[in-house]
């Protein structure tokens, strides 16, 4: 059974930074990740793909993140990132990471509530 567990998340302030962390229980070595993600649900909305890394490493962001938030991969470790820059009280939600594994299948964390708000 794969698990994904997100943390960093937290109260922020306008303008301000944060880092989401997210580990995958399987070795990156062992298996073939095709892709890793953050997405976002927030109040009274539909969840929403944000960021997401391939396993070539290409990237592709949201328009609304687009410039603030990069997201990253360290397969050694088994992590994905995503760097939150200028933060804005529309990037309120809990995010959620996602592990898309070939022949395993896709995976999802529990989430963690990230609050933007002075």
């Known amino acids: 059974q794969v698990q994904v567990v997100e943390s960093g998340g937290g109260l922020v302030q306008p303008g301000g930074s944060l880092r989401l962390s997210c580990v995958v229980s399987?070795?990156?070595?062992?298996?073939?990740?095709?892709?890793l993600g953050w997405h976002r649900q927030g109040p009274g909305k539909e969840r929403e793909r944000v960021a997401i890394?391939?396993?070539?490493?290409?990237?592709h962001y949201s328009d609304s993140v687009k410039g603030r938030f990069t997201i990253s991969r360290d397969n050694a470790k088994r992590m994905v990132y995503l760097q939150m820059n200028m933060v804005k009280p529309e990037d309120t939600a809990v995010y959620y990471c996602?592990?898309?594994?070939?022949?395993?299948?896709?995976?999802w964390g529990q989430g963690t509530q990230v609050t933007v708000s002075s």
């Open positions: 996602q592990a898309i594994i070939r022949n395993l299948g896709n995976y």
């Open positions: 399987v070795d990156f070595s062992q298996v073939r990740v095709l892709a």
């Open positions: 890394i391939a396993n070539d490493d290409s990237t």
